[in-house]
């Protein structure tokens, strides 16, 4: 029998953008704040669907909270993340803090403890010892080299 292959479902699937709006200029040259509508593409799984809406409500949440929202336990969520991510439940978290905290970082110039809470970390010391373990800088120098000078003029958040 052949091997069943499915797409792996990454972090970028279902991280909706933390932006609000995009400043333009429209063909008449007016400026105005074009809507951005920070929607989750399905997956192709109710279940993962349901862990991309429980991550947006709250990307605090806790392996042993998004088990118990599923009904199940910590022992088949790690399993049934292995198979559709490669990675098991807390890494992915992880990730998924870490992507949150990049976009918040680039687009705005909220302080760290607020971008820790906001990402779903505990504190911002926790944050700044995940980034220089997995992104090998802090997060001040993530942000100097990710956001642009004229930010403020690019996009819109809440």
Same mark, same amino acid.
């Given at each position: 029998?052949?091997?069943?292959?499915?797409?792996?479902?990454?972090?970028?699937?279902?991280?909706?953008?933390?932006? !609000?709006?995009?400043?333009?200029?429209?063909?008449?040259? &007016?400026?105005?704040?074009?809507?951005?509508?920070?929607?989750?593409?399905?997956?192709? =799984?109710?279940?993962? %669907?349901?862990?991309?809406?429980?991550?947006?409500? %709250? =990307? =605090?949440? #806790?392996?042993?909270?998004?088990?118990?929202?599923?009904?199940?336990?910590?022992?088949?969520?790690?399993?049934?993340?292995?198979?559709?991510?490669?990675? %098991?439940?807390?890494?992915?978290?992880?990730?998924?803090?870490? !992507?949150?905290?990049?976009? &918040?970082?680039?687009?705005?110039?909220?302080?760290?403890?607020?971008?820790?809470?906001?990402?779903?970390?505990? =504190?911002?010391?926790?944050?700044?010892?995940?980034?220089?373990?997995?992104?090998?800088?802090?997060?001040?120098?993530?942000?100097?080299?990710?956001?642009?000078?004229?930010?403020?003029?690019?996009? #819109? &958040?809440?």
């Amino acid at each position: 029998m052949e091997k069943i292959r499915f797409k792996k479902i990454t972090v970028a699937d279902i991280c909706p953008t933390i932006l !609000t709006g995009r400043h333009i200029v429209n063909e008449k040259g &007016w400026k105005c704040i074009e809507p951005i509508v920070a929607t989750i593409a399905p997956t192709g =799984s109710r279940i993962f %669907d349901a862990i991309a809406q429980a991550l947006a409500k %709250d =990307s =605090s949440i #806790t392996v042993f909270e998004l088990a118990n929202a599923l009904g199940t336990n910590t022992t088949d969520l790690n399993a049934f993340f292995r198979l559709l991510t490669g990675l %098991d439940t807390r890494e992915f978290l992880k990730q998924y803090r870490l !992507t949150r905290a990049c976009e &918040w970082l680039a687009n705005t110039d909220l302080k760290l403890i607020e971008i820790a809470r906001r990402s779903g970390f505990p =504190s911002a010391s926790y944050m700044t010892h995940l980034f220089v373990q997995e992104l090998k800088c802090t997060p001040n120098e993530y942000r100097k080299q990710h956001r642009p000078k004229n930010f403020r003029d690019l996009y #819109t &958040w809440d």
